[in-house]
Every structure is written in C-alpha cells, then in structure tokens.
C-alpha cells in the first residue's frame, strides 16, 4: 500500500533553515508528481511546492526564493530545502501524491519558528 512518511522537522529560530524528507513507498514514485503543503495552527491546509517526474518544480508565492523541492528517485525520496524561515512558516508539514485517483497523505512532520 501508499506510504509517505515526513521527518526532518523541529524548531527553529527565524532566519534559519530546516531540509524536510518524504520516505515514500507502494507506488511507482519516479512516475508521479509530489507535492508539499503545510497547515499552520488553527488555519486551512495550503498548498507550497510540487516537483513533477522529471524535475519540474512551481511553489507558492509565500514561499519562492526561499523553499526548494527537490526528490531523489533512486531513494524514493521528496526533499524540501527551507531557508531564511519565518514564523509565518510554523507549521504541521505533509507530502502527498495522487495515484491511481485518490490523494495519499503522510502524517506530517511539525515545523516551528520562534526565537
């Protein structure tokens, strides 16, 4: 079966970086485009970066020049590079793929900026 499991998370002061991973499994990953998104506390899950098969990337407005996607298909790997943070990026962190028509989500990997 899908799986997709986050790590990398953990608190930060602002201006600092933080490399988010996604371990993903049951599907064929180098075939299919992976997407981040993020839920700050007490607001909507948003969208933040997808990377296509063959490298492709687009991000969100609030995040371009200062977050990366990137995946290693040979690890079967989605990374996110997050540079110059902000508490606005505080956050629960998730990967997703949609295969075979539905949407497969990890649980999420928590991200916090604060001095």
């Known amino acids: 079966q899908v799986q997709l499991v986050e790590s990398g998370g953990g608190r930060v002061q602002p201006g600092g970086s933080l490399r988010l991973s996604c371990l993903a499994s049951?599907?064929?990953?180098?075939?299919?485009?992976m997407t981040w998104y993020r839920q700050p506390p007490g607001k909507e899950r948003e969208w933040v970066a997808r990377i296509g098969p063959g490298g492709t990337t687009s991000y969100a407005d609030s995040v371009k020049g200062r977050f990366t996607i990137s995946r290693d298909n040979g690890k079967n790997t989605v990374y996110l590079q997050m540079n110059s943070l902000k508490p606005e990026d505080t956050a629960v962190y998730y990967c997703?793929?949609?295969?075979?028509?539905?949407?497969?989500w990890g649980k999420g990997t928590l991200v916090t900026v604060s001095s």
């Open positions: 997703k793929v949609y295969y075979r028509a539905m949407d497969y």
């Open positions: 049951g599907f064929p990953f180098s075939t299919y485009v």
